[in-house]
T-cell receptor, first 112, second 111 residues
Framework: DTGVSQDPRHKITKRGQNVTFRCDPI?????LYWYRQTLGQGPEFLTY????????KSRLLSDRFSAERPKGSFSTLEIQRTEQGDSAMYLC??????????FGPGTRLTVT | GENVEQHPSTLSVQEGDSAVIKCTYS??????FPWYKQELGKRPQLIID?????GEKKDQRIAVTLNKTAKHFSLHITETQPEDSAVYFC??????????FGQGTTLQVKP
């Protein structure tokens, strides 16, 4: 499968724990985006990378959230001290330019 | 701030009829307008897109129109089929590629 992949697909964690998600983009795509989607809503932008540089972060991304793309390939999104309000689907998308974005299957996070 | 409004929130049509979903954006710097289809529990799938230098684009049964002056763009699906049933999202982006999504339209096509 040459599409965007994400791991894990599901994560259940207790409030206060740290979690980390991984995204593997389509190999030739230099742009990588993270979004969060809650039930019944459209995806909300969190952050994006061009190669290894993180170029924009949403105000939604509190200090508890951090993202990296160390070698310009895969990316990780970490949430520290999770809260119940962090429960959502975390989507990753990759793009060869500032246009078409292709989404991964998402990581569904449940914070109990 | 950046905002995309999408209407209607739900749409029910008979198989074979047409469906139209409309979006309005606020950021005049927006230059790219994709449409995504999302089935329950699945990833958003890019179905068609349009760039700001084009007024209309068609791909088989789906078409998108853009009115930059009015900051409106629309998705048109003709000869709807039950497998078109899904949630459809419009989005707008500018140079960074950051997508601002509408609230979504749940389309139901009745056989």
């Amino acid at each position: 499968d040459t599409g965007v992949s994400q791991d894990p697909r599901h994560k259940i964690t207790k409030r206060g724990q740290n979690v980390t998600f991984r995204c593997d983009p389509i190999s030739e795509h230099n742009r990588l985006y993270w979004y969060r989607q809650t039930l019944g809503q459209g995806p909300e932008f969190l952050t994006y990378f061009q190669n290894e540089a993180q170029l924009e972060k949403s105000r939604l991304l509190s200090d508890r959230f951090s993202a990296e793309r160390p070698k310009g390939s895969f990316s990780t999104l970490e949430i520290q001290r999770t809260e119940q309000g962090d429960s959502a689907m975390y989507l990753c998308a990759s793009s060869p330019s500032s246009y078409e974005q292709y989404f991964g299957p998402g990581t569904r996070l449940t914070v109990t | 701030g950046e905002n995309v409004e999408q209407h209607p929130s739900t749409l029910s049509v008979q198989e074979g009829d047409s469906a139209v979903i409309k979006c309005t954006y606020s950021d005049s710097a927006s230059n790219y307008f994709p449409w995504y289809k999302q089935e329950l529990g699945k990833r958003p799938q890019l179905i068609i897109d349009i760039r700001s230098n084009v007024g209309e684009k068609k791909d088989q049964r789906i078409a998108v129109t853009l009115n930059k002056t009015a900051k409106h763009f629309s998705l048109h699906i003709t000869e709807t089929q039950p497998e078109d049933s899904a949630v459809y999202f419009c989005a707008a982006s500018s140079q960074t590629g950051k997508l601002i999504f509408g609230q979504g339209t749940t389309l139901q096509v009745k056989p």
